[in-house]
């Protein structure tokens, strides 16, 4: 929207539920460079990519950028591979070769993160320049300009004819229902695309389906940010920091941990994720702790060759587009490409106001999660 605004448009945006409380909040904030996809010694388009994208938010967090972000939190400058050194150092080399953003320097002992020393980590660690932001902060300084333009509704249902989106119904629960005659469309709603994907004659499979659950611990007193690195192209697991509203400390875990858990019963996930921690760090009882998952289904357009696209994806049909920004890195990129679309098709004019309520930002998963202790 505020690529849009900057151009003359008047956008206004309507949400399902709240802002960024589908996967949006459940990102663990990584502002990847590129490395999380060159673990397997080969650099190709997503890393390549990739790299590009963390110096538009990080100029976009100073105030310099394309949008005022300067109220986002940094919860970390670094994140840490560790694993042992000739896997470490394999990948270094192959990262150099290609020139892609970030330092990967080793680290003596003594600067090791405290977590390492006092989870009983044995091994080789280096720091890799990624920051991790505070998700949430971001979606506050986004949403802040925007006062009056966010609404939301419990249903969208699009009325099309031929290729056309004709009239957006848009309803909400105890309340009448608005009907909005749209002049340009842009679905941005992850597996929510899927329903104008239908409605109009996208060609089909328009969306694929990548599930995942991510695991929750509760309790853990160390903060960490980074991946724990195998011989395999995902991560063994990806361990970000973060807070309940209560202030406590929660780890939340991607990785290849998320990567198999959704296949899985919950109960057998968090076996697993306290088998892979203890293993990793095994001078933790990881049993005194308590897990909680979120389970997530990754929306994005269908590939034929790859499972994943290797940057942020827009389809236009008639006066509607599906974005997919594959990573939440990608944003930055997705505007842009919206933008384009959206300029060469309509000419700027004003929005109508709506007699809908008002969208507000959404929570994190561990803020409403249901708690198991082991």
Same mark, same amino acid.
């Given at each position: ?19 960024g ?49 300067s ?9 840490y591979?560790?694993s042992d050194?000739s ?15 970030g330092?990967v320097?080793?680290?003596?002992e ?5 977590a ?14 990624e ?7 971001a979606?506050?300084a986004?949403?802040?300009p =925007?006062? +009056?333009?966010?609404?939301? %509704? #419990?249903?969208?249902?699009?009325? *099309? $004819?031929?290729?056309t989106? !004709? ?20 679905a ?12 109009l ?9 990548r ?8 309790g853990?007193?160390?903060? =960490?940010? +980074?991946h724990?690195?195998? %011989? #395999?192209?995902?991560?063994?697991? *990806? $361990?970000?920091?973060?807070t !309940?509203?209560?202030?406590t ?8 941990i ?5 296949q ?5 996930a ?5 088998n ?22 990754r ?13 942020p994806?827009?389809?236009?049909l008639g ?10 890195v990608f ?8 933008t ?13 106001e709506l ?11 561990w ?8």
């Amino acid at each position: 929207m505020h690529a849009l605004r900057a151009q003359g448009f008047s956008p206004v945006l309507i949400e399902r539920h709240t802002l960024g409380g589908a996967q949006t909040l459940a990102a663990q904030g990584i502002l990847h460079g590129g490395m999380k996809y060159v673990l397997d010694g080969k650099v190709d388009d997503i890393a390549l990519k990739l790299r590009e994208m963390p110096p538009r938010w990080l100029e976009s967090i100073a105030g310099r950028g394309e949008v005022d972000l300067s109220g986002t939190q940094i919860l970390s400058e670094n994140q840490y591979l560790w694993s042992d050194g000739s896997l470490l150092s394999k990948l270094s080399g192959a990262m150099g070769a290609k020139m892609l953003r970030g330092d990967v320097s080793a680290l003596p002992e003594e600067n090791w993160p405290v977590a390492f020393r006092d989870l009983g980590y044995r091994g080789s660690v280096r720091a890799l320049e990624e920051t991790i932001i505070d998700v949430r902060s971001a979606l506050v300084a986004l949403s802040k300009p =925007l006062a +009056g333009r966010l609404f939301r %509704a #419990d249903e969208i249902i699009p009325q *099309t $004819v031929g290729e056309t989106v !004709t009239t957006l119904e848009l309803r909400v629960t105890d309340s009448s229902t608005c009907r909005l005659r749209p002049r340009f469309v842009v679905a941005t709603a992850g597996a929510g695309n899927e329903a104008f994907a239908a409605a109009l004659p996208f060609p089909q499979p328009a969306t694929q389906r990548r599930p995942l659950r991510q695991i929750m611990v509760r309790g853990v007193p160390h903060k =960490l940010y +980074g991946h724990c690195i195998i %011989a #395999d192209p995902k991560p063994r697991v *990806t $361990v970000t920091s973060h807070t !309940t509203q209560d202030g406590t400390p929660v780890w939340y875990l991607g990785g290849n941990i998320a990567e198999k858990s959704w296949q899985m019963s919950e109960e057998e996930a968090f076996k697993f994720a306290v088998n892979e921690l203890a293993a990793i760090f095994p001078k933790q009882d990881w049993t005194q702790y308590e897990y909680a998952a979120w389970d997530g289904d990754r929306a994005e357009p269908h590939q034929n060759v790859r499972f994943m696209p290797s940057e942020p994806t827009v389809t236009v049909l008639g006066n509607c587009a599906l974005a997919w920004p594959t990573k939440l890195v990608f944003a930055p990129g997705l505007a842009s490409k919206i933008t384009r679309e959206v300029a060469a098709r309509i000419q700027p004019c004003l929005a109508p106001e709506l007699p809908l309520p008002l969208a507000v930002v959404g929570t994190y998963p561990w803020d409403h999660a249901k708690w198991n202790s082991r």
